[in-house]
């Protein structure tokens, strides 16, 4: 590998720790619906769309009328490395928001987050909450998604093997028009490449395949899914489901596959800094996250609710699996410590950027092994 090359590896490696150039960062301030005795302000960092999370503020508020939300919006990448950072002109925040499970893990374990003992606890899957200080509130199917008025559905890949197959394919209309996360610059990208290369030795011919017929990549699910809708890309591999569902809603020709050979699930996590300014206020908006009243209202946005005794809006992500039970959630603890490790993340990405830039095309694998279950 030349110098020039490990340099932005390097780079890349050091963005963790400082703040990022992302352009998403839009501040939202809800006002008290009333100026009543008891009055405060939440700050929430967060990496979910703004108007996804607006019913759930707005809803919170009915409850808490004194209650005014700064709703702080940033990629996450760049809201861990600015937590790290240290309070800036704003003050600290009271909660945390993210679906980088590794890096809210990461802030768990470093100490960065206080217990916040709820009632609704126990109506979360086990996988979804750790030492009562990081709490999963969204259930996230990782989907491929298609254009559906530009690549018919017997072309769609089903399971990992058969997307190998199409990728490798001399004739493959995809060729350009595949995307998926850029791993350098998206926290959630990194940590679905790295469970993908857990699960077996597809993910790196998958990677070599994906370079040979010119991914694109990008940082977040919104840009892809734009791409998407307009035609430029085909298919987009390793996508957040719920946000190409709400596009469906709104009558976008694109349509999900959960690939039936497994299917990774992560959740949006939700803690409380140990230095939160309102903390009790912030334990307060925990538990609405988490109860049935606001998981309904989550629903209603179009993300898939983690607890089970709630109706989800979107039935093409369930929460049983694929293909009789292929789903694998990702469990929240420190198993998700071992890629954040300094030297284990520079072998990944240097691994990563090899197999997506290989100049001589892979061999086709044999179709027993390409569709082995890992």
């Known amino acids: 590998m030349n110098l020039r090359l490990s340099c932005l590896l390097l780079l890349a490696l050091l963005s963790a720790l400082r703040p990022a150039q992302a352009a998403k960062d839009q501040l939202t301030v809800y006002a008290a619906p009333s100026l009543g005795p008891g009055g405060v302000t939440l700050s929430i960092f967060s990496a979910t769309d703004t108007e996804v999370f607006e019913p759930l503020i707005r809803d919170y508020q009915r409850l808490a009328p004194a209650t005014t939300v700064r709703y702080r919006e940033r990629g996450a990448q760049q809201l861990y490395a600015q937590f790290l950072a240290g309070p800036g002109a704003e003050g600290a925040p009271d909660l ?82 595949i995307g998926t996360y850029d791993v350098l610059s998206s926290s959630v990208g990194y940590l679905l490449a790295t469970q993908d290369a857990e699960l077996g030795n597809m993910a790196n011919a998958l990677l070599t395949a994906l370079g040979h017929n010119r991914a694109q990549l990008l940082d977040e699910t919104t840009a892809l899914l734009d791409r998407l809708e307009s035609g430029q ?10 946000y190409a569902q709400s596009r469906i809603a709104h009558g976008a020709p694109l349509a999900t596959v959960s690939l039936g050979d497994y299917t990774l699930a992560i959740t949006r996590t939700v803690l409380i ?3 939160a300014p309102h903390a009790a206020e912030a334990g307060r908006f925990v538990d ?14 179009g993300i898939l609710p983690i607890r089970n005794d709630v109706p989800a809006a979107v039935p093409d992500l369930d929460r049983h699996g694929a ?3 292929a789903v694998r959630p990702l469990r ?37 092994r390409a569709c082995a279950r890992p």
């Open 96 to 177: 945390l928001i993210s679906s980088a499970m590794d890096l809210q893990t990461k802030l768990v374990n470093d100490g960065y987050a206080q217990p916040h003992a709820t009632a609704e606890a126990g109506a979360l899957p086990d996988w979804a909450r750790w030492r009562e200080e990081i709490y999963g509130f969204s259930y996230e199917p990782v989907v491929l998604v298609y254009n559906t008025r530009r690549l018919p559905a017997a072309q769609v890949p089903r399971t990992h093997g058969e997307l190998l197959r199409l990728l490798l394919d001399p004739a493959s209309p995809v060729q350009g028009r």
């Open 233 to 242: 890309l085909l298919i987009g591999y390793n996508l957040l489901g719920s």
């Open 273 to 275: 800094p140990k230095a």
């Open 288 to 301: 609405y996250l988490l109860s049935r009243r606001g998981q309904q209202v989550l629903a209603r946005s």
């Open 323 to 325: 293909a009789g039970g």
């Open 332 to 368: 929240l603890g420190p198993g998700l410590l071992v890629y954040l490790d300094r030297l284990k993340r520079r072998q990944f990405l240097e691994d990563w950027n090899d197999s997506l830039h290989q100049a001589v095309p892979p061999p086709a694998p044999e179709p027993e």
